[in-house]
């Protein structure tokens, strides 16, 4: 955390920048310096100071989720609210364009059984063929007869970790296998903190350097959603590098996910087979910011 100005700002700074303020210079081109700029160049110049002598390894992770492709299958409960606002709908609308046409055509063909239906109304169609509703009825029921939908489970894609079109009606979150120390674990990307850019920025190029990746993500924001720290062996833990602080961002596929290479080190999960990959204490910080939608 950055201290208060007065302590990260020296006297004779503060000094300097004031006299443009007072002096009558400032009234023919230069810019006058509040209290409150000082207050956050010094802030800014503390906290970038911090981070580097910082004991702590600085990494960015992304959480890259893909959203569900079609709606989940309703519960019983939901089964029922269903039908009651469908019945409640029924009872309340009013006749469509098409059940008027229906409507219509049943009376000129009791008109016409009387022999009580003028034929100037047909004569004023010209030669257009007369199309009734029963006619567009029968069409689209033959429409509908040769429409084959799409499965909603595929045994063979939902098995395939790989693929991100597995599990169509469920979120899906991306885990990558990367190396820590002298072992690989599966983890949300992520890479370490370079000085000179945001910690943002670094979340996204963790998920850019992924080997044959190009995904196409939307982030949810400039401020992490989640942050984990560990630290060091004794044994290797020194002074200047106690451990490591991994910040989160969550973000969005989008445009769907590049098409999947042969042992590629990735793979889609669903928040509830998460803790088949990853450790727990690094579940625990994780599984709090992942929406299972």
């Known amino acids: 955390m950055a201290a208060p100005c007065g302590r990260m700002a020296s006297r004779p700074l503060l000094q ?17 310096f ?10 800014q110049i503390n906290e970038a100071a911090e981070r580097a002598n910082s004991p702590w390894t600085l990494m960015a992770a992304v959480c890259l989720q893909r959203l569900p492709v079609i709606s989940a299958d309703c519960s019983p409960i939901e089964q029922q609210f269903k039908q009651m606002l469908h019945q409640i709908e029924l009872e309340k609308s009013v006749l469509s364009d098409h059940e ?8 000129k063909m009791s008109r016409k059984q009387v022999d009580d239906y003028d034929s100037d109304e047909e004569d004023s169609h010209g030669d257009k063929e007369i199309m009734m509703a029963q006619d567009l009825e029968d069409i689209w029921e033959q429409k509908m007869k040769n429409f084959q939908p799409a499965l909603r489970v595929r045994a063979d894609v939902d098995k395939d970790l ?11 979150v991306l885990l990558a296998e990367q190396e820590v120390g002298d072992e690989k674990l599966w983890l949300l990307p992520q890479t370490r903190w370079q000085e000179g850019e945001t910690l943002r920025q670094t979340a996204e190029r963790a998920l ?28 290797i833990r020194t002074e200047n590098s106690i451990g490591t602080k991994v ?36 579940m625990m910080k994780v599984e709090r910011f992942i929406l299972d939608l």
Do not use: H, M
């Open 16 to 32: 300097f920048l004031s006299r443009f303020s007072r002096s009558p210079v400032g009234n023919t081109g230069f810019r006058q």
């Open 34 to 43: 509040s209290s409150a700029t000082v207050c956050r160049a010094a802030s």
């Open 100 to 107: 008027l046409r229906l409507l219509e055509d049943a009376e």
């Open 162 to 172: 790989t693929s991100a079109e597995r599990c169509l009606a469920d979120s899906l």
């Open 208 to 235: 850019t350097s992924l080997p044959a990746a190009g995904f196409k993500a939307t982030f949810l924001g400039n401020a992490p959603c989640g942050v984990y720290k560990y630290k060091l062996p004794k044994a």
């Open 247 to 282: 910040f989160f961002f969550k973000a969005i596929l989008a445009d769907g996910a590049p098409p999947k290479t042969k042992k590629a080190p990735f793979l889609w999960v669903k928040k509830s087979e998460l803790q088949k990959y990853l450790k727990p204490a690094y």
